[in-house]
C-alpha cells in the first residue's frame, strides 16, 4: 500500500507528464484529437495499475510505454475492424439466410415434379424461363390458350402440393423485402 507521500508523488508525476504524452501521442497518431484520447487513456491505465509502478523508478518512461503499447494496441485492433460510419458496409453484406431458401427450393422442386409433364413444361417455359405464352406454346407446338390453361392448372396444383393458401406467401419474406429495399453502397438514401 502506497503511504500519502508515495499518491500525491505519482499523482503530481502523472500531471508533469501530460504535456509530453500529448506531444509523444500526437507524433504518433498525427491527429490532435486521436492523441487526447491515447493520453487519457494511459493515464487511466497508469491510474489502475499504479500498485505495479515501482517508486523511484523512472515514471515519465513508464507512462511513455503504457501510451506507446496502448497506441500499438489500437492499431492492431483498427486494422481488424472496418470503418462504418453510416451503416452502409453491415447493410449491404446483410443475406437472406440460406437455409430456408435451400430447403424452400427443394419442396418447389418436389412439388414440380408431381405435375404432369405438359403442365411442368408449360410453367418451367413461363415461370421459370421467362417465355411469353406464345413462345412457349410455339415451342409446345399448340395453342396459346393450351398453354394459358396448362400454366393455370400447374399454379392451382403447386398451391395445393405446397400448401400455399395466398398469394401473399409466394415471393420473398420479410427478410428478403427488407434486403431489396435496402439502398445500394453510395446511392442517395
Not at 36 to 45: F, G, H, N, W
Not at 58 to 81: D, H, P, V
Not at 106 to 132: C, K, N, W, Y
Amino acid at each position: 500500500m502506497a503511504t500519502m507521500d508515495e499518491a500525491q508523488n505519482f499523482k503530481n508525476g502523472l500531471l508533469a507528464a501530460i504535456p509530453g504524452l500529448r506531444a509523444f501521442a500526437i507524433s504518433l497518431s498525427g491527429a490532435v484529437d486521436k492523441a487526447d484520447d491515447l493520453v487519457q487513456e494511459t493515464l487511466v491505465r497508469a491510474w489502475d495499475k499504479q500498485a505495479s509502478f515501482q517508486p523511484g523508478t523512472n515514471q515519465r518512461a513508464w507512462l511513455f510505454t503504457i501510451l506507446r503499447n496502448e497506441f500499438y494496441s489500437q492499431m492492431r485492433k483498427r486494422g481488424r475492424e472496418v470503418s462504418d460510419a453510416d451503416g452502409a458496409l453491415t447493410t449491404a453484406m446483410a443475406a437472406h439466410p440460406e437455409q430456408s431458401g435451400k430447403m424452400d427450393m427443394q419442396d418447389f422442386r418436389t412439388a414440380l415434379v408431381q405435375l404432369p409433364e405438359d403442365q411442368r413444361e408449360a410453367i418451367v417455359l413461363v415461370g421459370a424461363t421467362g417465355l411469353s405464352y406464345e413462345e412457349a406454346a410455339e415451342i409446345c407446338g399448340c395453342a396459346v390458350g393450351t398453354v394459358k390453361s396448362r400454366v393455370s392448372r400447374a399454379r392451382t396444383r403447386l398451391c395445393e402440393i405446397l400448401g400455399v393458401d395466398d398469394s401473399s406467401e409466394y415471393g420473398p419474406d420479410d427478410v428478403a423485402t427488407h434486403v431489396l429495399n435496402r439502398p445500394l453502397v453510395g446511392d442517395a438514401a
